[in-house]
Nanobody, 121 residues
Protein backbone atom coordinates (compact mmCIF):
# COMPACT_ATOMS: atom_id res chain seq x y z
CA UNK A 1 0.00 0.00 0.00
CA UNK A 2 1.06 3.56 -0.70
CA UNK A 3 -0.09 6.80 0.87
CA UNK A 4 0.36 10.14 -0.87
CA UNK A 5 0.31 13.52 0.84
CA UNK A 6 0.16 16.63 -1.33
CA UNK A 7 1.06 20.16 -0.41
CA UNK A 8 1.94 23.48 -2.01
CA UNK A 9 -1.34 24.54 -3.55
CA UNK A 10 -2.81 27.97 -3.08
CA UNK A 11 -3.47 31.30 -4.73
CA UNK A 12 -1.00 32.92 -7.10
CA UNK A 13 -1.02 35.76 -9.61
CA UNK A 14 -0.76 35.07 -13.31
CA UNK A 15 2.87 34.86 -14.31
CA UNK A 16 3.88 33.64 -10.88
CA UNK A 17 5.28 30.32 -9.74
CA UNK A 18 4.25 27.56 -7.41
CA UNK A 19 5.79 24.25 -6.38
CA UNK A 20 3.63 21.29 -5.51
CA UNK A 21 4.95 18.41 -3.42
CA UNK A 22 3.83 14.80 -3.28
CA UNK A 23 5.27 12.80 -0.41
CA UNK A 24 4.90 9.02 -0.66
CA UNK A 25 4.96 6.60 2.24
CA UNK A 26 4.32 2.93 2.77
CA UNK A 27 5.67 0.38 0.32
CA UNK A 28 7.39 2.94 -1.87
CA UNK A 29 10.08 0.59 -3.15
CA UNK A 30 7.79 -0.79 -5.87
CA UNK A 31 6.35 2.47 -7.16
CA UNK A 32 6.79 2.45 -10.92
CA UNK A 33 5.88 6.05 -11.62
CA UNK A 34 4.31 9.14 -10.09
CA UNK A 35 2.23 11.59 -12.05
CA UNK A 36 0.39 14.83 -11.58
CA UNK A 37 -3.16 15.21 -12.87
CA UNK A 38 -5.43 18.21 -12.80
CA UNK A 39 -9.19 18.56 -13.06
CA UNK A 40 -11.76 21.33 -13.19
CA UNK A 41 -15.50 20.72 -12.77
CA UNK A 42 -17.06 19.31 -15.93
CA UNK A 43 -13.72 18.42 -17.51
CA UNK A 44 -11.83 15.18 -17.81
CA UNK A 45 -8.86 14.68 -15.55
CA UNK A 46 -5.74 15.67 -17.47
CA UNK A 47 -2.29 14.17 -16.98
CA UNK A 48 0.11 17.10 -16.89
CA UNK A 49 3.41 15.46 -15.93
CA UNK A 50 4.87 12.15 -14.85
CA UNK A 51 8.18 10.70 -13.77
CA UNK A 52 9.15 7.04 -13.77
CA UNK A 53 11.22 5.09 -11.27
CA UNK A 54 14.23 5.47 -13.58
CA UNK A 55 13.76 9.21 -13.94
CA UNK A 56 12.09 9.45 -17.34
CA UNK A 57 9.75 12.43 -17.49
CA UNK A 58 6.79 13.33 -19.65
CA UNK A 59 5.16 16.76 -19.84
CA UNK A 60 1.80 17.58 -21.40
CA UNK A 61 1.81 19.94 -24.36
CA UNK A 62 -0.43 22.37 -22.50
CA UNK A 63 2.23 23.02 -19.86
CA UNK A 64 5.43 22.19 -21.73
CA UNK A 65 8.09 24.81 -21.23
CA UNK A 66 6.44 26.09 -18.05
CA UNK A 67 6.14 23.06 -15.75
CA UNK A 68 8.83 20.61 -14.70
CA UNK A 69 8.62 17.45 -12.63
CA UNK A 70 11.41 16.17 -10.41
CA UNK A 71 11.96 13.85 -7.48
CA UNK A 72 13.94 13.60 -4.27
CA UNK A 73 14.47 9.89 -3.71
CA UNK A 74 15.82 10.36 -0.20
CA UNK A 75 12.54 11.97 0.84
CA UNK A 76 10.27 9.85 -1.39
CA UNK A 77 8.91 13.11 -2.71
CA UNK A 78 8.00 14.27 -6.20
CA UNK A 79 7.72 17.95 -7.08
CA UNK A 80 5.84 19.82 -9.75
CA UNK A 81 7.45 23.19 -10.41
CA UNK A 82 4.91 25.47 -12.05
CA UNK A 83 6.23 28.65 -13.67
CA UNK A 84 4.59 31.34 -15.79
CA UNK A 85 1.21 30.33 -14.44
CA UNK A 86 -1.91 31.21 -16.39
CA UNK A 87 -5.53 31.42 -15.32
CA UNK A 88 -6.12 28.30 -17.42
CA UNK A 89 -3.93 26.38 -14.99
CA UNK A 90 -6.51 26.80 -12.24
CA UNK A 91 -7.60 23.32 -11.15
CA UNK A 92 -7.42 20.73 -8.45
CA UNK A 93 -4.09 18.96 -8.83
CA UNK A 94 -3.80 15.30 -7.87
CA UNK A 95 -0.74 13.17 -7.30
CA UNK A 96 -0.97 9.53 -8.35
CA UNK A 97 1.38 6.59 -7.90
CA UNK A 98 1.53 3.48 -10.06
CA UNK A 99 2.50 0.68 -7.68
CA UNK A 100 3.17 -3.01 -8.12
CA UNK A 101 2.29 -5.36 -5.28
CA UNK A 102 5.34 -7.37 -4.20
CA UNK A 103 2.98 -10.22 -3.27
CA UNK A 104 0.67 -10.52 -6.27
CA UNK A 105 2.65 -8.55 -8.89
CA UNK A 106 -0.60 -6.76 -9.75
CA UNK A 107 -0.44 -3.05 -10.52
CA UNK A 108 -2.59 -0.53 -8.69
CA UNK A 109 -3.04 3.23 -8.75
CA UNK A 110 -3.05 5.30 -5.57
CA UNK A 111 -4.21 8.90 -5.42
CA UNK A 112 -3.58 11.83 -3.18
CA UNK A 113 -6.36 13.98 -1.81
CA UNK A 114 -5.80 16.80 -4.27
CA UNK A 115 -4.64 20.36 -3.77
CA UNK A 116 -6.31 23.46 -5.16
CA UNK A 117 -4.31 25.79 -7.41
CA UNK A 118 -5.96 29.09 -8.26
CA UNK A 119 -4.30 31.53 -10.65
CA UNK A 120 -5.74 35.04 -10.68
CA UNK A 121 -5.58 37.14 -13.83
Amino acid sequence: QVQLVESGGGWVQAGGSLRLSCAASGQTQTINAIGWYRQVPGNKRELVASISSVGRTDIADSVKGRFTISRDNARNTVYLQMNSLKSEDTAVYYCTAVWTSPISSRTFDFWGQGTQVTVSS
